[in-house]
């Protein structure tokens, strides 16, 4: 009878998997304690995957805890629990535990690991990580190969990264997109390219994870043949599935190549606008010096509902000091916090200071510079500092002690 009940129970536990019903997989584990049916290996793991799954990691640790005998499955299952919920350090203490008791991790466990020490930025532990996986002999597995891939990447530690890349047998197109993403972000755009035409070489299916990065890095090295390209690839074969990520990443990159009409074509061709979209808009007229454009454009995204971020605000600064547009810039900044409820972040006071600067309205700047609620930034101070050698007034007593903070 309790056999059948065992299983009666595990397959309600595993119905809840689907349906995130925690409330029946208490009720559930209420009937396996009531019934007697502790300790169940299969029972157990299956309420522990329940609640790791449903984000209850308390109740998972307790059945952890109360398991007298816990499978590899068991194991694993807090671990990842724990490295999913960027609880970096628990899942870390687990697995010392685990290896205190002699037992070797398998290809499941160490994705976690590498995780976890990528979230909690231990490069060494990264490593450790890594010589588990060339000693236990999974190296050739794709999942583990990407993490130890993406440990390196994410830690900046390109020399590995590069060797690691360079060692895999298989590479997919989630191994080649993370290794143009990492080449972009860390401003290595040559390399980015160069890794897109291995890509194409390696008849690597390109999709649209890979676009935005390859396009990135196009604007930042000014290489619009390479854009344009990328861009008939997203016309010919992702037309239809490219999302807001790509059309934006297409905005940015004509702005910064200099072609403000493509990005304007672009922008007037997207269908899906996002908060993202308005603002990369509003940052090309503004890189051009079309301030009038970018306020133009900024009062529409909010008449048609969007409520501008940090970012947005700061773009729009942005496109006033380059524009030299005083009386809109100190009216946004002011509404920074009055209308949007954000407290001025440094790169909002380095758009005013370096607005006001420019047009020559030094003294202003300094008040504002100084009425900061923290410690002024060296950009800032610069700003200002730029602003008093345009208009020749280092002479003046409280100018000349921005010298001294440079």
């Known amino acids: 009878m309790s056999q059948k009940a065992s299983f009666c129970l595990s397959s309600l536990l595993r119905s809840c998997l689907t349906h995130a019903a925690v409330s029946q997989a208490k009720q559930c584990h209420a009937q396996i304690l009531l019934q007697g049916l502790l300790p169940n290996v299969t029972l157990q793991t299956d309420l522990l995957l329940v609640y790791s799954r449903c984000g209850f990691l308390r109740d998972a640790r307790q059945v952890f805890d109360g398991m007298l ?8 299952i807090i671990i990842a629990s724990y490295a999913d919920n960027s609880m970096y350090s628990d899942a870390i203490a687990v697995f010392r535990k685990f ?28 490593k450790t ?20 891939l993406e440990s390196y990447a994410k830690s900046g530690v390109m020399s590995e990264a590069r060797r690691v890349f360079s060692d895999m047998s298989f590479k997919d197109s989630v191994v080649w997109n993370l290794m143009i993403s990492t080449f972009a972000r860390t401003g290595l755009y040559v390399d980015a390219l160069n890794c897109l035409r291995g890509m194409i070489l390696n008849e ?34 992702f037309m239809l599935c490219a999302d807001a990520a790509v059309w934006n990443a297409l905005i940015d990159m004509y702005g910064k190549c200099g072609c403000l009409n493509y990005a304007e074509k672009v922008f007037k061709t997207i269908t899906d606008v996002n908060l993202v979209t308005w603002t ?15 306020l133009y454009l900024f009062k529409k995204m909010i008449d048609v509902g969007f409520t501008p971020n ?7 600064l942005a496109s006033c000091s380059h524009s ?17 409820g954000f ?31 923290s410690s002024a930034t060296t950009s800032i101070w610069g700003a200002l500092l730029a602003g008093c050698m345009m208009h020749k007034m280092l002479k003046l007593e409280k100018l000349q002690l921005i010298t001294f903070f440079i």
């Open 99 to 126: 290896q205190r008791l002699g037992l070797r991790p398998d290809h499941y466990t160490l994705p976690s690991l590498f995780k976890a020490s990528t979230g909690l930025g231990d490069t060494s532990l990264g």
């Open 324 to 340: 030299g547009l005083v009386d809109q810039g100190m009216q946004i900044f002011s509404s920074v916090h009055s209308e949007y």
């Open 69 to 76: 005998h816990k499978n590899m499955h068991s194991w694993n």
């Open 280 to 294: 990369t808009m509003i940052s090309c007229y503004g890189m051009h010096g079309k301030g009038e454009e970018s």
């Open 204 to 237: 690597v299916k390109i999709d649209s994870m890979t676009f935005p990065s390859v396009l990135n890095a196009c604007g930042r090295e000014g290489d619009l043949i390479k854009g344009k390209e990328v861009h008939g690839q997203v016309v010919k074969g």
């Open 310 to 316: 940090p970012v947005t605000l700061t773009a729009i």
């Open 129 to 148: 990580c890594h010589a588990l996986v060339i000693k236990l002999g999974y190296e050739e597995y794709v999942v583990v190969g990407s993490c130890v």
């Open 343 to 373: 407290e001025p972040g440094v790169e909002h006071y380095a758009c005013i200071v370096d607005l006001l600067g420019r047009c020559g309205y030094l003294v202003d700047a300094l008040q504002i510079l100084e009425s900061m609620k």
